[in-house]
């Protein structure tokens, strides 16, 4: 029994005859068959009930007899059948389906009559007769045994139609090299694969995700540019994504994420922020409030939290409930958190940090103990419980050519060395204005830039 929904209304029966005629007979309405064969008969009445199964959008039942017997069969919009199995076939005995002569009937005085049939005594016992022999697979699904298989699904009207809305999406032509010069000169041409592949890099940053997303950058070792990282990642998604980006100096040792942005009109660090808290979480709170704690970059469209440098550690020590207030307001405020961390990694305001973050980016550069220190960092997430182990599986590594005197197979090395470690390593080259003084996006080289767009895509694709 097939375990598709099937009509049983309306009633439907099929008849043929050995010479080509046969009829429908749908809801007690017959509807005739006149063709040369059998077999154009069996295709004619299939087409008739296919027809009434389409206009119902469902397969339905139909009952044939002929010359090979009486068979139940499901007949779907289509035109596939299969075997009705609900209900008994009768094959026609096996002496009876004899192969079939293609002629009109004899007139009727000239059919023999039946030979009679022999007495059998009243009380005599019934001879043994051995079990009929099913009918042949080949006569009893002469109905079926040609048709295509049924179709399990079928699609509604409005999905079989072709939308007037739906459209072809036309490719941007090509902005940059020769091929943009062209397209500006009015000889439109199509984007190299270079150009795909930024495009692809932009769009990808470009992406709003449901829910905020936090992205701690992380090095056991000082001077292994965290701080940079963390700058012109945000920079590249407020660019590209909008405003909503955070960047959040996280360090109870002389955070330098002040020193390396902007500072707006004010000198407010989180030290500030913390008090007032409650009264940002709390439903009268408006987004300019955080306008007196945060520093808005005013060409990368980013905002900072800083931590406060000139102040020893102890006079400014943040605990891991701390973490959790700051991370409560940055949450219902910005769409993306990125959080510059420190460099002790057993302080429980980092291990606080890396419980609320979504994606992991280990920032290094092409000096071994800087690069050392962010595979055993990685090493030691994966022993520390699963939510860890996830981060850094899941990990990308970012090594940032700072010494001019380093080679791109310095770079590469480094790179190839995280393969195991992280999901993806992505290089930057040497710039100078990435070294000293306050970091602005613009400022680097157009393949620094592209740079740190691949690097964004990078942590994209893990958001």
Known sequence: MSSIEVATFPKIAAR??????????????????????????????????????TKMQRPVRVTTSGP????????????????DESLPARPAPIEDVAPVVESTPAPIDQVPAPAPTPEV??????????????APAA????????????????PSRREARQSFLTHEQMEEPATQ??????TRAGIRMSPSESERAERSDVLAVSQHWPGPR??????GKGGAGKTPTTVLLAAVFARHGGAGVLTWDNNQTRGTLGWRTEQGPHEATLLDLLPQVDRLLSTGAQSADLAHYVHHQTRDRFDV????PMALAHEQRVEPSDVDAIHAVAAKYYRLIFIDSGNDESDPMWLRMIDHADQLVVATTTRDDHAEAGALLLEALAERDAGSAE?????????????????????????DGYQSLAREAVTVPHDPAMVDGVLRFGSLRPQTQRAWLAAGAAVARGL
């Open 305 to 308: 939290l800083r931590s406060k």
């Open 68 to 83: 090979d017997g009486e068979w139940p069969l499901i007949v779907h919009p289509d035109g596939s059948v299969e075997p």
């Open 391 to 415: 981060l850094a599986r899941d990990a990308v590594v970012i090594v940032n050519q700072a010494d001019p005197k380093s080679t791109a197979a310095d770079l590469a090395r480094v790179a």
């Open 16 to 53: 043929t005859f050995a010479n080509g005629s046969g009829e429908v007979t749908i809801n007690g309405t017959s509807h005739p068959i006149e063709t040369t064969t059998l077999e154009d008969a069996r295709a004619a009445i299939l087409a008739r009930v296919a027809d009434t199964a």
């Open 214 to 219: 936090t992205i701690a950058v992380v090095n």
């Open 139 to 154: 006569d009893g699904n002469a109905w079926v045994r040609q048709a295509p298989a049924p179709a399990t699904e079928y």
């Open 177 to 182: 090299g020769w091929r943009g010069a062209l």
């Open 121 to 134: 005594p009243a009380f005599a016992p019934a001879p043994d007769v051995p079990a009929a022999a099913p």
